[in-house]
């Protein structure tokens, strides 16, 4: 009878072990696959994070960049802009105190550029700051040729026979920063 009552604890132990045995197994294969299936869903929501803030930042610098944009833009000179464009020429002849007349506008489809005649009239020293005004407009503008004489008497008036005399300019520009 001994006999049989060591057998049956052990036979209870080795059940117990090998059930443990299993419990383990069966819970450590549950746990690496939810440790695994975790993994991919932290490393989807790191990505998705990412792409989030790739996007904050995109938006920011897009926010950032406005001004030179609007600054780049401003160089440039659309046909819808053309008449903003002559008005723009016209009042820096009147920031110099000179007279300017655009006499010709012509598009050119060859190289797509916006070609002016422009008349000025005034001092020598204003029809010469007029023409760097035109060169340092941030137009990208080509300045192919002028044509500047002084006023004859015949044909000035008597505020031009004193100190200042009188000048006339035909200036030929290209326009080529324009968008046709």
């Known amino acids: 009878m001994k006999y049989n009552f060591l057998k049956l604890p052990f036979s209870l132990s080795i059940a117990l072990l090998i059930f443990s045995c299993l419990s383990f197994s069966f819970l450590y294969i549950k746990i690496?696959?939810?440790?695994?299936?975790?993994?991919?869903?932290?490393?989807?929501?790191?990505?998705?994070?990412?792409?989030?803030?790739?996007?904050?930042?995109?938006?920011?610098?897009?926010?950032?960049?406005?001004?030179?944009?609007?600054?780049?833009?401003?160089?440039?000179?659309?046909?819808?802009?053309?008449?903003?464009?002559?008005?723009?020429i016209e009042k820096l002849a009147i920031e110099v105190k000179a007279e300017a007349?655009?006499?010709?506008?012509?598009?050119?489809?060859?190289?797509?550029?916006?070609?002016?005649?422009i008349k000025t009239s005034?001092?020598?020293?204003?029809?010469?700051?007029?023409?760097?005004?035109?060169e340092n407009s941030p137009y990208e503008l080509d300045?192919?040729?002028?044509?500047?004489?002084?006023v004859s008497a015949d044909d000035a008036t008597d505020n031009s026979k004193t100190k200042n005399p009188q000048w006339s300019v035909v200036f030929w520009v290209k326009l080529l920063s324009f968008i046709p």
């Open 122 to 134: 005034g001092s020598f020293e204003s029809v010469y700051k007029f023409l760097m005004l035109l």
């Open 32 to 88: 690496k696959n939810t440790d695994t299936i975790s993994t991919q869903i932290f490393n989807e929501w790191q990505e998705e994070n990412q792409k989030r803030n790739d996007l904050k930042y995109l938006d920011h610098l897009i926010k950032s960049i406005d001004q030179e944009k609007t600054l780049l833009n401003a160089h440039f000179a659309e046909a819808s802009d053309v008449v903003p464009f002559l008005n723009t």
């Open 101 to 117: 007349e655009v006499v010709f506008v012509s598009v050119l489809d060859t190289d797509k550029t916006l070609s002016l005649q």
């Open 143 to 150: 300045l192919s040729s002028l044509e500047m004489q002084r």
